[in-house]
């Protein structure tokens, strides 16, 4: 039995006051969303009590996926690793990171220097994505569909050289006795966020795992809890998305929460077991319930029905 515990979307704050230099381009109207609203969204005592009770549950491995920064700034960067560092060893912590991680250009290069240990592979590899992370009979992969965008704009992409490698990954996995567990920021599959916020190579993903398979894709980037599919050539791979883990309020879908897994069984017989555990109504963080990761007609793309 492996558990791991799944958080996303941080936005690790105060955001330290910026220079007027580095405000040009797409960082200016970051800064001001950031001003208008964004700040109070986000609010670092809720994300305290969630890293609490997340520690509390004693997971075997945490995952991170994503946007631990608002504006890729330099000053961002020590932050986030101690942000990760209160998570739990580089061993039993992986992240993957998002848009907000690769605002500008060169942001993302700075922040995975300074979080390196937490998002790379257990062996040396020529590109540091995908990377691939050895735990019992779980293999992580990991993902980045983390690039510069307009202002305006948060999409994501793979690229070709990344598709490439993680298929032939993917595909190499499948002939060992292990569970597949992807890390990635958007939504992968089509149809997961609206244009401008989606993966725009989402469909060549799709035909990814349409050919090698997974057995369970984790993400964030909506700040909502989600589960969808993509088709695998053994059946249905259930894409599952959680909340920013930093949120104040809102729907319960919306608020502040994570996703703990269960994994057991044995090669070819894998169970999935997963719960949501997040702020209720009283501000309390606790178990939520069940989250239902079956596909049928009525369930698929829609938000997570909890217990049902």
């Given at each position: 039995m492996f558990r791991i515990a799944h958080l996303t979307d941080p936005h690790v704050g105060p955001l330290p006051r910026p220079a007027i230099r580095?405000?040009?381009?797409?960082?200016?109207?970051g800064y001001v969303n950031w001003?208008?609203?964004r700040r109070d969204a986000h609010d670092m005592d809720v994300l305290a009590g969630l890293v609490s009770d997340l520690r509390d549950q004693t997971p075997d491995h945490i995952a991170c996926t994503g946007d631990i920064c608002n504006l890729g700034l330099a000053s961002e960067w020590p932050s986030s690793r101690?942000?990760?560092?209160?998570?739990?060893?580089?061993e039993t912590v992986s992240f993957v990171p998002g848009n907000h991680d690769a605002y500008v250009q060169k942001s993302l290069a700075g922040l995975l220097k300074a979080v390196d240990p937490f998002a790379r592979?257990?062996?040396?590899?020529?590109?540091?994505?995908?990377y691939l992370r050895r735990r019992g009979q779980v293999a992580i992969v990991g993902l980045s569909s983390a690039v510069p965008t307009a202002p305006f704009v948060a999409s994501g992409k793979l690229g070709r050289t990344?598709?490439?490698?993680?298929?032939e990954l993917l595909a190499a996995l499948a002939r060992e006795p292990l569970f597949r567990l992807i890390l990635i920021h958007h939504p992968p599959h089509v149809g997961g966020a609206p244009a401008g916020r989606n993966l725009t190579d989402a469909d060549k993903f799709e035909a990814i795992i349409r050919k090698v398979g997974a057995d369970l894709i984790?993400?964030?980037?909506?700040?909502?809890?989600?589960?969808?599919?993509?088709?695998?050539?053994?059946?249905?791979?259930?894409?599952v998305g959680a909340p920013s883990a930093s949120?104040?309020?809102?729907?319960l879908t919306h608020r502040a929460g994570y996703h703990l897994f269960t994994i057991s069984g044995e090669p070819g017989a894998f169970r999935v077991e997963a719960e949501l555990r997040g702020m209720d109504s009283t501000g309390k963080f606790c178990g939520l319930g069940p989250i239902t990761m079956g596909r049928d007609p009525i369930t698929f793309g829609q938000v997570m029905g909890l217990g049902r």
């Open positions: 580095h405000l040009l381009g797409k960082r200016f109207t001003r208008r609203g101690l942000f990760l560092d209160g998570l739990g060893s580089p592979g257990d062996e040396p590899s020529p590109h540091r994505f995908p990344q598709r490439k490698e993680a298929e984790i993400h964030g980037h909506n700040h909502v809890g989600s589960v969808a599919h993509i088709e695998g050539p053994d059946g249905w791979v259930p894409v949120a104040r309020g809102g729907a």
